[in-house]
């Protein structure tokens, strides 16, 4: 009886120690994949300062200009603001735009247009 006792304190001991190891394993792990995530956070972090650049480089009235004349969109200067660009509100104008026209990164769709959206913030 004596012998089974210390058996079971031994197989005990084994498997807290098994536990341990396999804790402080678990712990490591989780420690690599944080620092991962957080290398992984900053990559988009600035991945994400240089598409916000990219994008207000890309709605600055210059270069909206610039591409309407390029592809020569149905699109006029405002009265009100010579930087911004707004849709004719003619007929024919409409018809013009009522086909979705695609080139580069430059979409202009009829829905805009009728509905009496600006087409540009």
Partial sequence: MEMFRWLVMFAIAIAMAVLVVWERNKTIETGYQIAQ???DFIELSERNKKLDYYVLKLKSPEVIEDKVKAYQLALLPREDSSNR???RRTKKSVEV????????NLYT????VLRGYKLHN
């Fill in 97 to 104: 735009s009522s086909k979705t026209i695609m080139a580069g």
């Fill in 85 to 87: 660009l707004a849709a």
């Fill in 109 to 112: 769709q009829k829905e805009p």
């Fill in 37 to 39: 995530l957080q290398k």
